[in-house]
């Protein structure tokens, strides 16, 4: 299936309409407990998505070995300079063909986001000289623009070889048009959302979405169906690679569909590519713990 029909399916098209008219008025109770990357805790309500970006909070920093800086980030404007120079990085190594800035370039973003899954192979893809060729294979594989005759069938097992919280982070920044982090908070909060969406359809609907979901530390819910919805597939233990990274794509799709719909969502980050992180960034706050939308789960 290709982006065209991908929108233009039933459930698609009715997902992307329910989110366009829900999203801007939803309440989300942010309850985030301290850590290194949210130090001081978090506890906000927010009125819309757009004021959730208000609160972001990842306390994070990457070494850029180009220069021995060291570029720190907490908040949102913060963090999008942060993710702006790391994209720019990585595209710029990828382009000018370069094994060992790819390789600098993918581990900065790991450190970033403050995992390692994905660095062994990225080390061993850059000691064959293979990390280019793999990295722009891929690219054009989750290319949120890509061409029309390009489609979510193309991504296969045979083409993937790894995809994790760490990977989706480096394709995401490689593709440099909004593709979007699919990690667990991502996936939990988009998961949610279409489960609510389906609660307002016929029951003659069909069904043709799926959100895998990952899992929390401590108390924190992250599946929909911790708080009685359908359980969604589990990310690391029921979900292939290539499936991982179909995810990715057709969420990609989804959150341009929805912006060119919605022209004021997150209007003042910029163009399309920007206001979609911006979106993604959203719902990584209110996907850290699922309980935030209060309006149908009493949070304990």
Known sequence: MNKADFLKSPDVAGFIKWLANDLGSRSFQLKIAPSRFVPGGLNHKAQGIEEVLQHYQWNSKW?????????????????????????????????????????????????????????????????????????RSVQTLLAVNGPPSQRIEDITAAKIKKFDSGFTKIHALLDGNGSPIYDSRVAGAISLLYNLYRETCPSTSARTLEFPCGTARGDQLRNPGDLGFNRARALYSQTAHHEWAQVQLKLGWIFWGLLTKCSSLFENEGDISSRAHALEASLFMVGYDLRCFKAHVQFL
């Open 63 to 135: 070494l850029d070995t180009r220069s021995g800086h060291k570029v720190e980030s907490a908040n949102w404007t913060e963090t999008r300079e942060s993710l702006e120079k790391l994209s720019k990085w990585l595209k710029d190594s990828v382009r000018s063909e370069s094994q060992e800035q790819s390789l600098d370039a993918s581990m900065a973003v790991l450190q970033w986001g403050g995992v390692r899954s994905a660095s062994r192979l990225v080390n061993e893809l850059c000691r064959t000289n293979e990390l280019v060729a793999y990295l």
